[in-house]
């Protein structure tokens, strides 16, 4: 096997800074989205404009950066009762966790992207999951990516490396993890480019970019560019 990895690339704030860190390490990187008939696809969408901004800005980059995969899972949207796949209103549930929150998606995902990097020969499995402030989602926590990593090694008899380089910083350290990798210009195309936003909503472009503004994944995203520009002013 290569010195090879697979991103896990939604085309969000998170995905796109992980994607950049692979591309600064690794000789050779692919991406994977998944179609998951989430309402909005507008993320999906963004994923080629970036591709194509960071192989424009970034030519040792565009030399890495090999094959974009899609893989559809409709089935997961089909068996999800989540805010992201329904047309429901964003909420906290009673258990404690809001209802966006999609069961299994991302051990689904990483168990998808482990049998790609497998037919592809990629060794690392790269994700943003995060539990430093994050939206409480028990499958982006470090315990559940040490288990999967466990299983789907055992499973695939493979030594598969899940990385998650955010696992452990907070939004505006991710801005400044942004900065360090390619400088103020990746910070405008993560900026202008990336969606994170609940409602799909790209009609303004706010200083940490396009979404609603009161959706809790525009307001931790704006609350985070906010305490990055205020540490680096
Ligand atoms: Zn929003």
Redesign the pocket.
């Known amino acids: 096997m290569t010195n090879g990895a697979l991103v896990l690339f939604s085309g969000g704030q998170d995905s796109t800074t992980c994607l950049a860190w692979a591309l600064d390490r690794f000789e050779r990187v692919e991406t994977v989205g998944f179609d998951y008939g989430q309402r909005h696809r507008v993320e999906l969408d963004c994923r080629k404009t970036i591709a194509a901004s960071l192989r424009e800005s970034y030519p040792n980059w565009a030399a890495r950066l090999g094959d974009d995969h899609t893989i559809e899972l409709a089935a997961l949207g089909r068996i999800s009762e989540s805010a992201l796949t329904r047309d429901s209103a964003i909420v906290m549930q009673e258990n404690g966790l809001p209802s966006t929150f999609v069961p299994g998606r991302n051990i689904m995902f990483l168990t998808m992207a482990a049998a790609l990097a497998y037919r592809r020969g990629l060794t690392h499995i790269v994700g943003g999951m995060c539990e430093t402030d994050y939206s409480g989602y028990p499958d982006c926590r470090n315990e559940t990516m040490r288990a999967l990593e466990v299983a789907l090694n055992l499973g695939m008899e493979s030594k598969f490396i899940l990385e998650t380089p955010l696992m452990w910083i907070d939004k505006a350290a991710t801005w400044q993890l942004a900065e360090k990798l390619g400088g103020e210009p990746l910070v405008s195309i993560i900026r202008d480019q990336t969606h994170t936003?609940?409602?799909g909503?790209r009609g303004q472009l706010h200083d940490w970019g396009y979404?609603?503004?009161?959706?809790p994944?525009?307001e931790l995203r704006s609350k985070g560019y906010a305490l990055y520009r205020r540490d680096h002013d």
Request: hydrophobic letters at 20%; proline letters at 0%.
């Open positions: 936003c609940y409602l909503d979404g609603c503004g009161t959706c994944a525009c």
